[in-house]
């Protein structure tokens, strides 16, 4: 049974996405970072406004002596956006603090890849 009870373990959390291309014209957000945080949601939205003035995505390079661009949005539902530019790449930044309430990790199967009768896998 799933409860909507918060439990003690909830952490505060920074969620990075990132928009990625796929391929020609298209795109999608990835989330690339979750990072924890210390203390309450002020101290999250915080870390989250320093990740929006200063967060780098790996797709953009900084070469020697060269200042990325940068525009940062607040948002009406209090994230951020970044817009980061380099020499030859555009990368939109959305950054989010949440609240981690559940983790379930992953257990491998016995071995047996064989879907069950009836389902496709794709």
């Given amino acids: 049974m799933i409860s909507d009870a918060m439990p003690e373990s909830a952490k505060r ?5 990132e ?5 020609v014209g298209g795109h999608r957000w990835q989330l690339t970072r979750t ?3 210390e203390g309450d949601e002020v101290a999250a939205d915080e870390r989250a406004r320093e990740l929006a003035m200063e967060y ?3 797709v953009v390079r900084q070469r020697h ?3 990325v661009g940068r525009r940062v949005f ?3 539902d209090g994230s951020w956006l970044a817009e980061v530019t380099g020499s030859h790449e555009r990368v939109l930044v959305r950054i989010t603090t949440a609240e981690q309430v559940h ?6 199967s016995d071995g047996d890849d064989t879907p069950p009768k009836g389902h496709f896998f794709r």
């Fill in 13 to 17: 959390v920074v969620l990075v996405e």
């Fill in 19 to 23: 928009e990625i291309s796929i391929g």
């Fill in 35 to 37: 990072i924890p945080v």
């Fill in 56 to 58: 780098l995505p790996q």
């Fill in 65 to 67: 002596g060269e200042t």
């Fill in 74 to 76: 607040r948002t009406s």
């Fill in 103 to 108: 983790i379930q990790e992953h257990v491998p």
